[in-house]
C-alpha cells in the first residue's frame, strides 16, 4: 500500500457486496456475553430474527453463558441456543454450521477469536476496538490474506444521523479542503468512571482510552476527512483516578471493591452490583468461575490506563488533528471544529449531560444514582463561511438508544444490507487497522517520549 496518497477507499472489493447478500439468513454464533453482546443478542433474537439465526454463545464462564441463555427466553422469547467454552470455539463453528461469529469478547482477545474463526471458514464481525497492539493486529490481516474470509469492524458512531450529516456537508465542500481538526471529547464521571472499575483499567486487556475508546473517534475523522493518519504524538497520565491521586485530593478511606462495602455506601463513584439485577446474574453470581471483579474502587490501586490525553496527528492528506480526551468530566459530550480553505465547520454535541437515574447506562450495565440536569440544545452543527453569516445545519434528530441512533441503522446494515450507501459507513478490516493505528501509535509516543510514524507502522501490521 503506498504511504504517499492523499486519499483513498476504506473499503477492500467486494465488501459492500457481501453485505448485500447477507438478507439470506445466515447462521451466527457470539463470543463473550458481557454487556456488548447484548445489542447483537437482542437483534438475532427479536427484531432481525427473519435475517439471520443465533445457533450458539460462547464464553469462558458457564453461569454467565446461562444466564444469557434466561434472557434470551424470558426477554425475547427465543428458545435457548447452544453454549460452548473457547476451548470448543471450532467444535461449536463445525457441529452449529456456524457462518459467522460476532467478537464481543474482552478486547485483548478479538484478535485469536478473529483468526480462528477464519481459520474455521467464517467470517467475523468485531465489536471495536478491532484489537489492542500492533503484533495482534498483524495476526487479523495475515489470516484475512489467507482465508479470503471478510472482517466487518462495529463503528455504529459512523451511522449516527447527525455524524452523516457532518460526512455530507464535508463531502459538499463548504468548507473548502480541510487543512486542520480540533477534537475534545469528554467522558463524565459514571461512562468515564466505570472504565476504571473493570477489566479496562488494566492496559494489557484494553490498549487504554486510547484505543479502546477513542478508536471510535480517530474513525470517525479518517471517514469524515478521508484520509489516514501519518505520525502521532502523544502525551497522557493517570491524573484523577487511583489511589495515589485520591490521597493528594486529601481522601483518607479507601476499599478494594464497592459491593458490600460500608466505605462505598458513601462513595458516589461506586458500583453495587448486588442491587442491579443484571449485574448480579451477568458478573458478582459469576466472579467465582474467573474471579473478574466488575466493580472494583476507581480509586484503588493496579490501575495502567490514562484518564487524560492529548493527541497530535498528522495524516497523508496534509491535515493535521489535535484531539484530547478527558474521563472525568462532569457531563459528556464532545466539540469538533473543521478549519478549511473556504470556512470552519463547527460540530457540539451534549451527549449525556447527566448522570443516569435508571437501572441501566448506555450499555445496558451500570448506574449511578445522581440527580441531573438535562442539555436545551444536545447537539448543533454550525457552518461558518468567509465573509457570510453562520448558518446552522439542519440534521435528523433521533430519540433512539445507542450512539445516536447509530445502533439501530448498524443493525440493519449488518443483518440485512442492500441499502446504496454512498457514504461508506461500512467499515472493513482496513478501516478497523487504520482506527486503532492512531490509537496504538499515541500508547507508544505516551511511553516512548517520541512522535511515531504511523505509515510504517501500518506496513509492519499490513504486510
Known amino acids: 500500500m503506498s504511504n504517499t496518497g492523499c486519499f483513498r477507499s476504506f473499503r477492500s472489493p467486494g465488501f459492500r457486496d457481501t453485505l ?88 485483548r482477545t478479538h484478535h485469536d477469536y478473529i483468526v480462528r474463526a477464519m481459520d474455521a471458514g467464517c467470517d467475523a464481525i468485531s465489536e471495536k476496538p478491532m ?4 503484533e ?8 484475512i490474506r489467507r482465508t479470503g474470509k471478510n472482517l466487518t469492524v462495529t463503528f455504529n458512531y459512523r451511522y ?50 486510547m484505543v479502546h475508546k477513542a478508536t471510535h473517534h480517530f474513525d470517525l475523522v479518517n471517514w469524515w476527512i478521508n484520509s489516514t493518519p501519518k505520525s502521532v504524538f502523544a502525551v497522557g497520565d493517570l491524573v484523577f483516578y487511583g489511589k495515589e491521586n485520591a490521597e493528594k485530593r486529601g481522601l483518607t478511606e479507601f476499599y478494594d471493591r464497592s459491593t458490600g462495602n460500608s466505605i462505598a455506601r458513601r462513595d458516589p463513584f461506586a458500583l453495587h452490583m448486588d442491587s442491579k439485577e443484571k449485574l448480579r446474574r451477568t458478573y458478582l453470581e459469576a466472579e467465582h468461575e474467573d474471579g473478574y471483579r466488575r466493580d472494583q474502587s476507581v480509586f484503588s490501586d493496579g490501575i ?25 468530566s462532569p457531563w459528556e459530550g464532545f466539540r469538533i471544529a473543521f478549519n478549511g480553505t473556504k470556512g470552519r465547520l463547527e ?42 453569516e453562520p448558518e446552522y445545519i439542519p440534521f435528523e434528530q433521533t430519540d433512539e438508544s445507542g450512539h445516536g441512533g447509530g445502533d439501530t441503522r448498524l443493525l440493519n446494515d449488518l443483518f440485512i444490507g442492500g441499502e446504496r450507501d454512498p457514504l461508506g459507513r ?13 490509537g ?12 511515531v510514524d504511523v505509515n510504517e507502522l501500518r506496513n509492519r501490521v499490513q504486510g
Open 136 to 143: 495482534k493486529c498483524s495476526a487479523i490481516n495475515d489470516a
Open 426 to 438: 461500512a467499515a472493513d478490516h482496513v478501516a478497523g487497522t487504520d482506527s486503532i493505528l492512531t
Open 20 to 107: 448485500r447478500v447477507m438478507s439470506t439468513r445466515k447462521r451466527y454464533a457470539v463470543v463473550g456475553v458481557g454487556g456488548r453482546s447484548k445489542m447483537y443478542v437482542k437483534a438475532l433474537a427479536s427484531t432481525h430474527r427473519e435475517h439471520g439465526e443465533l445457533v450458539a454463545l460462547c464464553d469462558p464462564n458457564s453461569v454467565r453463558l446461562e444466564y444469557a441463555n434466561e434472557q434470551l427466553s424470558e426477554e425475547f422469547g427465543a428458545n435457548p441456543v447452544a453454549t460452548y467454552s473457547p476451548r470448543d470455539f471450532e467444535t461449536m463453528i463445525s457441529r452449529e454450521r456456524v457462518d459467522t461469529v460476532i467478537v464481543t469478547s474482552i478486547d
Open 347 to 388: 460540530y457540539n454535541v451534549t451527549e449525556v449531560s447527566y448522570i443516569s437515574t435508571s437501572d441501566s447506562d448506555i450499555h445496558g450495565e451500570q448506574a449511578i444514582d445522581k440527580k441531573g440536569h438535562p442539555a436545551d440544545i444536545p447537539a448543533e452543527l454550525v457552518l461558518h463561511r468567509h465573509w457570510q
Open 160 to 209: 449516527a444521523p447527525r455524524n452523516s450529516r457532518v460526512k455530507e456537508v464535508l463531502l459538499s465542500g463548504a468548507i473548502g479542503e480541510i487543512k486542520s481538526v480540533h477534537f475534545e471529547w469528554l467522558l463524565d464521571t459514571s461512562h468515564g468512571a466505570d472504565y476504571f472499575r473493570r477489566w479496562h483499567r488494566d492496559k494489557r486487556n484494553s490498549g487504554g482510552l
Open 440 to 451: 496504538i501509535a499515541a500508547n507508544i509516543a505516551m511511553a516512548e517520549k517520541r512522535p
Open 304 to 328: 495502567s490506563i490514562e484518564d487524560d490525553m492529548s493527541v497530535l496527528v498528522r495524516y497523508n492528506s496534509g491535515a493535521s488533528m489535535t484531539y484530547h480526551l478527558t474521563a472525568y
Open 131 to 134: 484489537t489492542v497492539d500492533a
